[in-house]
Structure formats: structure tokens, C-alpha cells
């Protein structure tokens, strides 16, 4: 799809989808959830705040009045937290088309999740990681189910903390945001790979936004890493509404692949179009996929019928 200058105006009919996405009220979680609305999906906001998430859906209905929305609470880092929520999809009888695992943080003070973890990579991977999971068997049941992984730009150069995964040795906010971002990575190739070997019609595809301009840069890093943030995010940033095209692309285009990750097409991948970019090389190992895998099954004690890639 090189050169393809593809936007939201190519989005097909949605009609009769579900979509789930994640850390819909804001940002990248909220154009997306837009865009898929307008174009007649039904979406489930997946939020921490639902009195934000409130806000953001009258806000779509405002501009959109046939929108169908639903707000329902999640909060990523609370391995619990997502377990009720998937449970009330089951419990509802919603059908799920489409999963956008969206939500993150970036930067953020060492903190710890209810479970102990260290939070980016609890909120970034192991809740997303479980929340795929446990909707699995409701994705399976659809026509042309997808789960769409949002990473960064930061995978690059990225690694797993294995001996270190909380950061109680060292921590270093930045070090820890790459890693999570790294992770979601690894696991969106590595589900790609087991969904294939199953035969499963799931599409497990990837996206970046490149450099965009959304909260993530002031709302998680403190003190200098902050400052940093808003420079390069004033300096380099594309608009939200270009950011998000590429996470569009992978969840509604016919020709998005699983197995693709998809982001800007101009200079070092900060801004443009979306087009298909290379991993990270490392994000393809099989080894750490097999090794991150498994422990993000003891970590979350989310089981998937998948076997592991050959």
C-alpha cells in the first residue's frame, strides 16, 4: 500500500460492527472511535473514566446523532478490572468485531499494578494481553474479526526486562514505557503467528501513529522526561486526526494482513500517510515471543487455546 495517501474517507460501511477500543475518550482512542462510529459501527468505549467517557460519546453524538455508542469501565492496569469487563461483554451477549487495544501511558513514575506489576507494562501489555484472551471466543465468532495492537515508535531499540520486569533494580521511565511498547509488539507478531497455525480467522495486525499530538506527553512523564515530551511533541507532532489513520487502516481496510504493522510514510515514520513499515528486528524473535508469551500467561493467568509458533 505504498504511496496509497490512504484517509478515514476510504473507511468502508461498518454497519452491523461491534468495535472495542480501548482509551476511547481521548486522543487517538477518540478519533478512532469517531471515525468507526460515523461510518456506522456500533463501539464499545473501553474506559478508566466513565464520566470522561460520558463526556466524549455526547460530544460524537453531538456531531454524529445516529452514533451508537456504549461507555463501559475498564481499567488496563487492574488485571481484575479487566476481567469484569470482559465479563459483561459475555454476560450482555455482545458480539465483538473488531478489538482496538489502544490505551496506554507513557513515561510514567515507577508505580506498582494491583497484582504488583509495573504499571506501563501492565497497562500497556498485560491488560491488553488479557483482555484479547478473554474476548477471543467472541472475535472468533465473527466474519472478519481483527485485533488491532497500537505500539510506538519507541519498540525501536526496545527490550524485555525479564530479570527485572517490575524495575525494583533500576528504573527508568522511559526505558520501561520502550519496553511495553515492545511487548505489544512481540505479541501482536506472535498472535498473528499462533492465530494462523489455528486456523483461526482472527487477524492480529499492528499499528503506530508516528509522532502525534495527543495527552500521552503530558500525562504520564513528570519533570524533565515531561518537558522533553512537549518539545518534540510541539516540534514534530502531526494532528490526531493524521495519527490515528494508521490504527484505521489495519481495524477497517480489506487489504490490511495480519502479521503487518502499519504506520506513517514519511521521514523516520514520524508523520504521513499509513503504509506498511517494518518491526523492530527483534520484535520478531521467536524466542523472546515464546518467552514473553508465557509469562504473560502466569502474569495475568490468561490462558489462550493457541498453540505456540513453530
Known amino acids: 500500500m505504498n504511496g496509497s495517501n490512504w484517509t478515514a474517507d476510504r473507511i468502508p460501511d461498518l454497519a452491523g460492527k461491534t468495535f472495542v477500543v480501548t482509551g476511547a475518550n481521548s486522543g487517538l482512542g477518540l478519533a478512532t472511535t469517531r471515525h468507526a462510529a460515523r461510518r456506522g459501527a456500533h463501539v464499545v468505549m473501553a474506559v478508566r473514566n466513565e464520566t470522561k467517557g460520558r463526556k466524549a460519546a455526547a460530544e460524537i453524538r453531538k456531531n454524529h446523532p445516529g452514533a451508537s455508542l456504549e461507555v463501559r469501565h475498564i481499567d488496563l492496569v487492574d488485571l481484575d478490572s479487566v476481567r469484569a469487563f470482559a465479563a459483561g461483554l459475555h454476560a450482555d451477549g455482545v458480539e465483538v468485531d473488531v478489538l482496538i487495544n489502544n490505551a496506554g501511558v507513557m513515561a510514567a513514575p515507577r508505580q506498582l499494578s494491583p497484582q504488583g506489576h509495573e504499571s506501563q507494562f501492565a497497562g500497556n501489555h498485560l491488560g491488553h494481553f488479557a483482555l484479547t484472551g478473554l474476548l477471543l471466543d ?33 528504573y527508568e521511565p522511559v526505558a520501561y514505557y520502550d519496553q511495553s511498547k515492545f511487548a505489544n509488539a512481540v505479541f501482536g507478531l506472535e498472535l498473528d503467528r499462533r492465530l494462523r497455525a489455528a486456523s483461526s480467522p482472527v487477524r492480529s495486525l499492528l499499528a503506530h501513529p508516528g509522532v502525534s499530538a495527543t495527552n500521552l506527553q503530558s500525562t504520564g512523564p513528570s519533570g524533565l522526561i515531561r518537558v522533553g515530551g512537549l518539545f518534540v511533541k510541539h516540534l514534530f507532532a502531526q494532528h490526531v486526526e493524521r495519527g490515528v489513520l494508521p490504527q484505521l487502516y489495519a481495524a477497517t481496510s480489506p487489504d490490511a494482513r495480519g502479521g503487518e504493522l502499519y504506520g506513517p510514510d514519511g521521514w523516520k515514520e514520524f508523520r504521513g500517510h499509513p503504509t506498511t513499515v517494518a518491526p523492530d528486528a527483534g520484535a520478531e524473535d521467536l524466542d523472546t515471543a515464546r518467552r514473553l508469551w508465557n509469562v504473560s500467561e502466569e502474569l495475568t493467568g490468561v490462558y489462550f487455546t493457541l498453540a505456540a509458533s513453530s
Request: hydrophobic share 35%; charged share 20%.
Open 138 to 170: 467472541l472475535l472468533q465468532a465473527s466474519s472478519d474479526p481483527r485485533v488491532v495492537t497500537v505500539t510506538s515508535i519507541g519498540h525501536h531499540g526496545g527490550k524485555i526486562f525479564f530479570d527485572d520486569l517490575t524495575g525494583a533494580r533500576k
